[in-house]
């Protein structure tokens, strides 16, 4: 009874891929054919945005918090 007794270590399990990673393996769905795939246009390229000059940063910073920018000068102006 205890001789007949395999460890998982010694048997090979039947369902074992054989890829490199270990993980499970991609297969494509089947009913999809090959042409209906292919048909679809690919996504259009993303627009970037240009670069914001300095100017830009100044006023959109003094707008979001205006008192910092305001403290500086006349701190600045009584030194």
């Known amino acids: 009874m205890g001789a007949t ?4 270590f010694t048997s090979t399990a039947s369902c074992e891929s054989s890829n490199d990673g270990g993980g499970p393996s991609y297969e494509p ?3 999809i054919p090959s042409a209906a795939a292919s048909s ?3 996504a259009p390229m993303p627009v970037l945005a240009r670069p914001e000059t300095f100017e830009e940063k100044l006023y959109r910073k003094f707008k979001a918090e205006p008192l ?4 500086c000068l006349t701190t ?4």
Do not use: E, Q
């Open 76 to 79: 600045a102006y009584f030194l």
């Open 68 to 71: 910092i920018p305001i403290g």
């Open 5 to 8: 007794h395999s460890t998982p």
């Open 40 to 42: 679809v246009p690919p």
């Open 29 to 31: 769905d089947s009913n």
